[in-house]
């Protein structure tokens, strides 16, 4: 078969969660794709899952035990050798912290702790479970082992309530897998225009309005852009960080000359993401001279600076993709959702300066993606660098899907 991913072994481990059930969608999309594929499930996700099903549609016996049937020995060490790619979906609290501290109690573990290959895990739990410091402490672990943790989306969970710890869909499981095993770059051919940093608005000759961004979370996007294969401007505020040097940077001080550096190359781009902490207002009047010290108060007069990310939202083409950021210190989500409406974007990245670990200047963030149509999710503390090529593995694939 001629699929993206032909030629392919992809071991599929399947633990035992209720989101089991769309493990059996995650294979057949696997095989469509023409991927051979063995599975390997946890004795407690024969409850969730059937062995029968499994086997039908990867054509291969299905590994649970130690031992089969016919009394022959399962041979982990060959499973863990034999796959391009081992995936977890869905990966339990339980199988998390047992892969976290190597214990080795079923097959499954004894597979992933033979492997030589990339062992991808796909997260899913319910939200109490998946915030718990002890399941963050693990993923952190195995972030650090060299393993491929994805993030969880928002949604209902199998306990009934809603919110973090749903295992992501199975076409972006997939999405990430043959981004990982093609080590393809799916942006080749297209153009992006990112914008990162603080503005310095001018009061006086030395003085002006500013704030603590410090533009690594966009100069990473950047990064990542070029990476995959995107041409990708950098409009950056004062800040003395840089992005990488086949980057084309250009430098800025004000949100007005943010602006029109961006509104000049937004209509040749497929892709704007507007990271930057854009001063709302600037002084009225710059005074030409140094403001002397005078009355007991000094009243500043402000007037707005244009928005750059709500200018791109409104005026982009269909096959134009826009991402704004939002950092909100209160009524996060609603803030965030109101701001991709407002603003027309296709995706907000909202940030919280509640989160511990994720403040500015911080090489790590804490983020959750929204997008129209109630779509989100959320990642864990994660550094910029990843949490910017998770960015861009969903842009790459939004704007395949406009294509
Ligand atoms: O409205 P608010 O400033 O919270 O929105 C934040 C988002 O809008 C960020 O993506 C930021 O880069 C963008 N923005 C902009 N121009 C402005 C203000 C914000 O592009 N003047």
Not at 133 to 158: F, K
Request: proline fraction near 4%; charge should be neutral.
């Amino acid at each position: 078969m001629n699929g993206i991913l032909s030629g392919k072994k992809i071991l599929l481990g399947i633990t035992g969660g209720i989101a089991a059930y769309k493990s059996i969608l995650l294979l057949r999309l696997l095989v469509k794709e023409g991927a051979t594929v063995q599975v390997v499930i946890t004795p407690s996700a024969a409850s969730f899952v059937s062995p029968l099903v499994l086997a039908t549609l990867s054509k291969h016996p299905v590994a649970i035990e130690w031992v089969k049937d016919d009394a022959q020995w399962a041979n982990h060490v060959m499973l863990g050798r034999w796959a391009d790619i081992i995936v977890v979906a869905p990966t339990t609290c339980n199988t998390i912290s047992k892969f976290a501290t190597g214990l080795c109690d079923n097959l499954l573990m004894a597979v992933l702790l033979s492997a030589t290959c990339p062992v991808m895990i796909a997260p899913a739990m319910d939200e109490d479970m998946w915030l718990h410091a002890a399941t963050n402490r693990n993923m952190a672990t195995l972030r650090s082992d060299g393993h491929i943790v994805l993030p969880v989306a928002h949604g209902e969970l199998g306990s009934g309530l809603t919110g973090e710890g749903r295992m992501l869909e199975p076409e972006i499981i997939l999405a990430h897998i043959v981004q990982m095993v093609s080590g393809s770059k799916p942006l080749v051919g297209l153009s992006a225009v990112v914008t990162a940093g603080p503005t310095h608005e001018p009061i006086d000759p030395v003085r002006f309005i500013g704030n603590h961004s410090s533009g690594l979370m966009g100069i990473e996007i950047a990064n990542a852009l070029q990476a995959a294969g995107a041409q990708t401007t950098l409009v950056l505020g004062p800040t003395h960080l840089r992005a990488n040097s086949a980057v084309n940077t250009i430098m800025v001080t004000t949100a007005q000359q943010m602006f029109d550096a961006v509104a000049n190359v937004f209509p040749d781009t497929q892709i704007g993401v507007m990271a930057a902490a854009v001063a709302d207002y600037r002084p009225a009047t710059v005074a030409d001279q140094k403001i002397k010290k005078q009355a007991h108060e000094l009243a500043l007069s402000l007037v707005k600076n244009p928005d750059i990310l709500q200018h791109c939202g409104m005026n982009k083409s269909t096959n134009q993709l826009v991402v704004g950021f939002a950092l909100e210190t209160n009524n996060e989500a609603a803030n965030a959702i109101e701001k991709l409406q407002r603003k027309n974007a296709d995706m907000i990245v909202m940030n919280s300066l509640q989160d511990e670990g994720a403040t500015f200047g911080s090489a790590n963030n804490k983020v959750t993606i929204f997008e129209p149509g109630g779509l989100s999710q959320s990642f864990p503390l994660m550094s910029k660098q990843d949490l910017a090529k998770e960015i861009v593995s969903l842009i790459a694939k939004r704007i395949h899907e406009k294509a």
